[in-house]
């Protein structure tokens, strides 16, 4: 079983991971990231990738497939830069699509 966290983003978003342990890779274009995601989601090491919001809605194609496997998670994070919400939004549709409910932001009819 996978047992590694990994982070991907640029070097002043992530560095702060390396202090408890997590492996850093820093990226800052879309195919930085992409190729990360994909070279480190075939090692079969990583239980979770955490990966910046802003390199994360680049990329949206590539973080389908990774999210095909059973492992690595894969998860936007906010970083420095001002959040977008993006990695929100895809806990939520996951959320939505294993359980059929929306219990995150519960908008339902009342």
């Not at 990738?49 to 802003?54: G, Q, R, V």
């Not at 994360?56 to 999210?67: C, S, W």
């Not at 059973?70 to 806990?91: C, Q």
């Amino acid at each position: 079983m996978p047992s590694k966290i990994a982070v991907i983003g640029d070097k002043d978003s992530v560095l702060a991971f390396k202090a408890v342990g997590v492996e850093v890779h820093d990226a800052t274009t879309a195919e930085q990231a992409s190729n990360l995601v994909k070279k480190l989601s075939q090692t079969g090491q990583y239980a979770v990738l955490l990966i910046a919001e802003d390199l994360a809605e680049l990329i949206p194609e590539t973080l389908t497939k990774a999210k095909l496997q059973t492992y690595p998670a894969v998860v936007p994070i906010p970083t420095t830069a001002t959040p977008s919400g993006f990695g929100l939004s895809g806990i939520k549709s996951d959320v939505e699509k294993a359980i059929g409910v929306d219990i995150i932001f519960n908008k339902g009819d009342k």
